[in-house]
T-cell receptor, first 116, second 109 residues
Framework: GAVVSQHPSRVICKSGTSVKIECRSL??????MFWYRQFPKQSLMLMAT?????????EQGVEKDKFLINHASLTLSTLTVTSAHPEDSSFYIC????????????FGSGTQLSVL | GQNIDQPTEMTATEGAIVQINCTYQ??????LFWYQQHAGEAPTFLSY??LDGLEEKGRFSSFLSRSKGYSYLLLKELQMKDSASYLC??????????WGAGTKLIIKP
């Protein structure tokens, strides 16, 4: 099956710093990539949807100036958490879709962000 | 609104069979996915149903009834490694996946 690589898998940073998370589709071109966050024992929460070469579509309540998403190519999307605060500590997961809207998602391995 | 109802937690014995039920309400419907998520890891795809009936794939089977807004995931010959959360995720008319908190399955020896 298709592989989505996400890194770093774990990051600890100081409050006020910025953190960049990369998501790459290794053996396919991802027309659409999704960014989720997940708190312990809770459901995946969609943050934004990005299509290559266009601006990301953010879900209601997600600050686009705080969570910067860049989908520069068909194989790479990045999420930058700017001026991170302890409440941003969470599990961030990217996923990608190869083509049709009803196709399954392939998930990256996730990034555990801890902000001190 | 859109919502998903799954049991929060279930316990089963190694070697046995367990059925995880899911009822859903969505704005439109474009199929339903089941994902497995081990603690601290990302979800992995298990199955996709878009038509009514049973889809069998090895030890795992998934059933869908669109008229009832109901699906279940059936796991046979349970193994310890099956201990995980199982996420039922219907897709709405905008092709958005709707996620619930999932069912945490605990397998005991």
């Amino acid at each position: 099956g298709a592989v989505v690589s996400q890194h770093p898998s774990r990051v600890i940073c100081k409050s006020g710093t910025s953190v960049k998370i990369e998501c790459r589709s290794l053996d396919f071109q991802a027309t659409t990539m999704f960014w989720y966050r997940q708190f312990p024992k809770q459901s995946l929460m969609l943050m934004a949807t990005s299509n290559e070469g266009s601006k990301a579509t953010y879900e209601q309540g997600v600050e686009k100036d705080k969570f910067l998403i860049n989908h520069a190519s068909l194989t790479l999307s990045t999420l930058t958490v700017t001026s991170a605060h302890p409440e941003d500590s969470s599990f961030y997961i990217c996923s990608a879709r190869t083509g049709a809207a009803n196709e399954k998602l392939f998930f990256g391995s996730g990034t555990q962000l801890s902000v001190l | 609104g859109q919502n998903i109802d799954q049991p929060t937690e279930m316990t089963a014995t190694e070697g046995a069979i367990v059925q995880i039920n899911c009822t859903y309400q969505t704005s439109g419907f474009n199929g339903l996915f089941w994902y497995q998520q081990h603690a601290g890891e990302a979800p992995t795809f298990l199955s996709y149903n878009v038509l009514d009936g049973l889809e069998e794939k090895g030890r795992f089977s998934s059933f869908l009834s669109r008229s009832k807004g109901y699906s279940y995931l059936l796991l046979k010959e349970l193994q310890m490694k099956d201990s995980a959360s199982y996420l039922c995720a219907p897709m709405d008319s905008n092709y958005q996946l709707i996620w619930g908190a999932g069912t945490k399955l605990i397998i005991k020896p």
